[in-house]
């Protein structure tokens, strides 16, 4: 069956069951709270061009007031002007509005695979959810899936000239984010294959179309103007070495990691399946003819662009959701001539977009509502700081940087944020890495920087600060799931610290805290003081709960420890640790005896 001999009711059907998707799609990822780390110093950012109505010269942020070399003016002053607006739902809503636009893009570029492209782009957003925050790379997929719409319809034979508007479009891009340098290879190699297929004069059969070889002219000015065009940053040339700059993150942050496949088949397996879908498409696909016969074979420029998103991909985890974009238009096209169209197919892809909006609200570790994720950021540790005025310089973990930047400027200024190479000197950077878990590494910026009090993230599970963590010279003052903060004995805060914590530190497990109050060393009324601050600064915390009734345990205080595993019991039912403090009760009983 045609195209043209689906029912109109059923094309009708088709339409109305996507947009119904889409909609769900929007909704589910505008429900999230805003999660990611760099946002707030984007927002940070943004607020400073504003207020200075002119470039940033000199930054103002961190402490260390490094030169600028280069700042995405157009994504942080939009998402400013917007928050400021709007607020957190206005960012929200517009991380649904930019998913939205890269799907309608994708959905536009692979239409000539039919309605098969409504599952292939379905799969492919649900696959990229983890990467659909509010954020500027999430702008740069919009810009990406644009460019790769442009190149689809040329290879359909669309006027040449029209390509001349991705000149102003790089332009923009170049101050949006840095995957513009991926849109630049992505353009250049595609003006390249254009001129390879004029020189074969179809030779080379369907491997090097002579059709794709008619544009080659104006693809060249417009890959010479666009490549100008992108020059128009504050960077200039140098945005090009971004992809350089990021490799030094590699091993510090979690999403320039190598994607390996454990993680595709563990935390990525919607990606890792996308993945086969699209070689499978590249190998076993054909392409659509006007003749209504599929062609078998495939351009080099596709083998190209497998090769690309394969390369991506396999670099960095950030890359992937870049790699699916890339080929999800070809994917399509290539298998919607597999099957016949037959309107129960076409009904069956449509739905698979609501599949996709299920998945992303099943998927997202995102707490829903509106504001910015608590279990990212911690409100009530800047109103501690902000009651407290800590002073002195301020040592600060990478992840807390931004948000730091965006609540607490311009009383206090970070030590390093989400900036990193474009602004932070690369040796003071390598260092702060180090420092993590080094305490020569930590002495050093110590010794230079004259460090009196450190913001950390504390998040269960995460290592940072150690060298802090050990050293008897600072105290933890303040501390929930997600922020500790520190303060040194002997300095100005020395008044702050004689408020603070005896024996816990932010990585003092569950395990150590029980065992430490089992065993009554010494240390019982430290433990209970340490259990009832924690529950105080943290009164949603499970882990408080548990630390509290720790220190019960440690003091021999049944009526503390039954107040404590009723707050367990009431903040996180079913809890294990429930359990263990009983147990912990009857051990220390059956010890004292």
Not at 322 to 341: D, H, S
Not at 384 to 395: A, T
Request: glycine content about 8%; proline content about 6%.
């Amino acid at each position: 069956m045609s195209a043209s001999t689906i029912p109109t009711s059923v094309a009708r059907a088709t339409s109305l069951v996507v947009a119904l998707g889409a909609l769900g799609g929007v909704v589910a990822l505008s429900v999230r709270k805003l999660a990611d780390f760099d946002l707030p110093g984007h927002l940070a950012v943004g607020r400073l061009v504003v207020l200075h109505r002119g470039p940033l010269l000199v930054d103002e942020l961190s402490a260390a007031a490094r030169p600028v070399r280069y700042v995405e003016y157009v994504s942080d002053v939009t998402l400013y002007l917007l928050a400021r607006a709007g607020g957190p739902l206005a960012l929200q809503i517009l991380g649904g509005v930019l998913a939205l636009a890269v799907a309608a893009l994708l959905v536009r570029g692979g239409k000539r695979g039919g309605a098969f492209v409504y599952a292939i782009v379905a799969l492919a957003l649900a696959a990229m959810q983890p990467w659909l925050l509010v954020r500027p790379a999430t702008m740069s997929f919009v810009l990406l899936a644009a460019l790769i719409v442009a190149l689809e319809e040329t290879r359909d034979g669309m006027t040449s000239r029209r390509l001349f508007w991705l000149i102003p479009m790089f332009a923009l891009w170049a101050n949006v984010h840095g995957f513009v340098v991926v849109g630049l290879v992505l353009l250049v190699g595609y003006a390249l294959y254009s001129a390879l297929c004029r020189a074969a004069r179809g030779r080379m059969g369907p491997v090097a179309p002579e059709a794709h070889g008619r544009p080659a002219g104006y693809l060249a000015l417009v890959a010479v103007g666009s490549l100008a065009a992108s020059l128009c940053n504050q960077a200039g040339w140098l945005l090009l070495t971004g992809p350089f700059r990021a490799i030094h993150d590699a091993g510090h942050i979690a999403e320039w990691a190598p994607t390996t496949l454990p993680f595709l088949l563990h935390e990525a397996p919607l990606a890792g399946l996308f993945g086969v879908v699209a070689v499978f498409a590249l190998v076993a696909g054909k392409e659509p003819s006007p003749t209504g016969t599929p062609r078998r074979g495939v351009t080099l420029f596709d083998v190209g662009l497998m090769a690309l998103a394969l390369v991506l991909a396999r670099s960095a985890v950030r890359m992937l959701p870049v790699a699916m974009i890339l080929v999800a238009p070809m994917t399509a096209r290539r298998l919607g001539t597999l099957l016949p169209r037959r309107a129960w197919l076409d009904v069956s892809c449509a739905l698979v977009t609501w599949l996709a909006g299920a998945w992303m609200v099943a998927a997202s570790p995102a707490s829903r509502g509106v504001g910015f994720d608590p279990a990212h950021f911690s409100e009530s540790a800047i109103g501690y700081i902000e009651r407290l005025g800590p002073v002195g310089p301020m040592y600060n973990t990478l992840p807390l940087g931004g948000w730091l930047d965006w609540r607490l400027f311009p009383r206090y200024r970070t030590f390093v944020d989400h900036r990193q190479a474009w602004v932070h000197d690369a040796d003071v950077l390598a260092t702060y890495y180090a420092s993590e878990t080094d305490p020569q590494a930590f002495a050093e910026l110590s010794a230079r920087f004259d460090f009196q009090w450190a913001v950390v993230f504390a998040a269960e599970g995460s290592r940072f600060a150690l060298p802090i963590v050990r050293s008897a010279s600072w105290t933890m003052v303040y501390w929930d799931d997600v922020t500790a903060i520190y303060v040194r004995n002997d300095g100005p805060n020395a008044d702050i610290a004689r408020q603070g914590y005896r024996a816990l530190r932010h990585l003092t497990s569950p395990e150590q805290m029980l065992g430490a109050s089992v065993a009554r060393d010494g240390r019982a009324k430290s433990l209970a003081d340490d259990g009832r601050l924690a529950e105080a600064q943290a009164p949603d915390s499970p882990r408080a709960a548990f630390f509290a009734g720790c220190g019960a345990i440690a003091t021999r205080d049944r009526v503390a420890l039954d107040a404590a595993i009723a707050k367990l019991v009431d903040v996180a039912p079913g809890h294990p640790g429930i359990d263990v403090l009983r147990q912990g009760w009857d051990v220390a009983e059956e010890r004292a005896r």
